[in-house]
């Protein structure tokens, strides 16, 4: 028998922003179709350890409105992330109060695990508690005894040996046909794009001069993954498959939903199916070369029996607009993950006829730097959205010119329907002395954007007066996952153009050139 299960991580709660979150999950929640068995929430429930003890219980209980408002005895396991142990995730001693003091207080059909202190980091939930007809193991990675600092995490492998043999000696004769399922914050594979991204002191003067100081003595110190990974993973893989069964680990922590497959390359090893779900509360920044995006905040809605799984991310917006992308469909053997290819996303309903931008380079009041000459289409269909926000983004100190003023760069402004131009001042580096001047020394590449929000017919991407010198190659990714692939372009006579027919919403066009 199949059932439902939500996947939610990484809320960042707190009083600043729960008003803003929660009704744009409830949402979020009454669009997944069927009857949702299980909610499982992979760490970052809170923003910060130091919340006030009587504010998280209420946001707890607000939460579980929000989530479980269609059927409120639907059950909620918890595991605890590096946000909820330190003070913005990073400061401080590892600290269990705030988990313990809210598992204290949460109503019978939520379950909140990694509160048993003293090294117990696994722990098996009871299948007729989690709403599930297999067992289910959780694990609190967020165990950093010394230091004061850090983001990371911490896998034991002979806790992965012990939930091994726990599995062995359950009695229930259908648990066996199974796979090992594991809920844990950190990850044990770096997620893409996100691996480059750049520790972000989100207004905190110690974080960023720590970050600034530590970067200047130790080689990529300013990025997130050399704090952020956990300590063993390494080692816990091989362990996980050793364990002579499938294994599914559910996780959050780096914002990004994925999935991926690590196969066995020994006889009597099993595979591993990695899953992440993406932040349910923030806009996260992901980095693509020197420019930032933003993924929307997301939850993962995963249906798993028979044999056969399916993992759906949910992107939404917090105007309670959907995104709906499938990560993995698979089935399971004894020991192994079979997946079945998924097709590329593309628009089923366009609600938008044409999203074109067609650029222009010209030399800009340097002569190491390029302006953009922008002339913007926007033709939606009828019922179709009348404007839509888009960032406009560009070097350091740049500047857009629409018509109604000019704006500093990064700017936020609302395309209409029909043509609109604007100019950008310093948009890309000429030169590569300029690019590493302004960027850094590991920049080689600049690039131009689209972003198409919603389902389009039709997206151009057009892109004049790039010399000849420069190599050009395009890319498509997916703003509701971060996937990034190939794009075909195509060379004409008056420049470079990239079309996507059928362009899913929440994706960037991009072409991209080496700096000579």
């Known amino acids: 028998m199949k059932r439902q299960i939500a996947h939610i991580s990484d809320l960042h709660l707190s009083q600043e922003n729960a008003d803003e979150i929660l009704p744009a999950l409830g949402a979020a929640m009454s669009e997944l179709n069927g009857d949702i068995a299980s909610i499982l929430i992979t760490g970052d429930l809170f923003d910060s350890s130091t919340l006030d003890r009587f504010k998280a219980i209420e946001l707890l209980e607000r939460l579980c409105e929000a989530i479980r408002r269609e059927k409120p005895t639907t059950p909620v396991l918890i595991v605890p992330g590096n946000h909820d142990r330190r003070s913005i995730g990073l400061f401080g001693r590892n600290d269990p109060s705030l988990f313990e003091t809210v598992a204290r207080a949460v109503p019978p059909h939520v379950q909140v695990f990694g509160t048993r202190g003293l090294g117990e980091l696994i722990e098996r939930a009871d299948p007729a508690a989690a709403g599930l007809p297999f067992p289910l193991f959780t694990y609190d990675s967020t165990l950093l005894p010394p230091g004061f600092v850090g983001a990371g995490g911490f896998v034991r492998a ?9 599995f062995d000696g359950l009695a229930a004769g259908n648990d066996s046909r199974f796979p090992i399922v594991l809920m844990m914050h950190h990850h044990l594979v770096p997620t893409p794009l996100t691996d480059f991204a750049k520790v972000d002191p989100r207004g905190n003067w110690l974080l960023g001069l720590m970050v600034k100081g530590v970067a200047k003595a130790m080689a990529n110190g300013d990025r997130e993954e050399i704090f952020m990974t956990a300590l063993g993973a390494g080692t816990a893989l091989s362990v996980l498959q050793a364990l002579g069964r499938p294994v599914l680990v559910l ?3 780096k914002h990004y939903p994925t999935a991926r497959l690590l196969k066995a390359t020994r006889a009597g090893e099993s595979d591993l199916l990695l899953v992440s779900a ?10 693509v070369g020197a420019r930032t995006m933003h993924l929307w905040p997301s939850l993962n809605r995963i249906e798993i029996g028979d044999g056969a799984i399916t993992v759906e991310t949910v992107a939404f917006s917090l105007g309670k607009e959907t995104s709906l992308r499938t990560l993995v469909q698979a089935s399971w053997s004894a020991d192994s993950w079979q ?3 998924i097709a590329p996303p593309k628009a089923e309903k366009p609600a938008v006829e044409t999203n074109r931008a067609v650029l222009r380079l010209e030399l800009g009041r340097r002569s190491d730097e390029w302006d953009l000459r922008c ?9 179709g959205p009348q404007d839509h926000e888009e960032l406009i ?12 003023g000019r704006h500093k760069l990064p700017a936020e402004v609302f395309v209409k329907p029909g043509k609109t131009d604007y100019l950008i001042r310093r948009a890309a580096c000429l030169t590569r002395r300029r690019l590493h001047s302004v960027l850094g020394p590991a920049e080689v590449y600049e690039s131009v954007s689209l972003p198409n929000r919603y389902d389009a017919a039709r997206a151009v991407l057009e892109l004049h007066g790039l010399p000849s010198s420069c190599d050009a190659f395009g890319s498509i990714t997916d703003l509701a996952t971060g996937r990034q692939i190939p794009a075909e372009i195509q060379r004409t006579e008056r420049g470079i153009v990239l ?3 059928l362009c899913p919403a929440r994706t960037l066009l991009r072409i991209h050139w080496r700096v000579p």
């Open 393 to 404: 983004e560009g070097l350091p100190g740049g500047r857009v010119e629409l018509p109604d």
């Open 158 to 166: 002979e806790d992965l040996l012990w939930m091994r043999q726990q």
């Open 499 to 501: 079309e996507a027919p």
């Open 251 to 253: 996780h959050g922590h």
């Open 375 to 383: 002339e913007r289409e926007f033709q939606p269909l009828e019922g």
């Open 278 to 287: 993406g932040s349910a509360g923030d806009r996260a920044p992901i980095a």
């Open 339 to 341: 997946v079945e290819p």
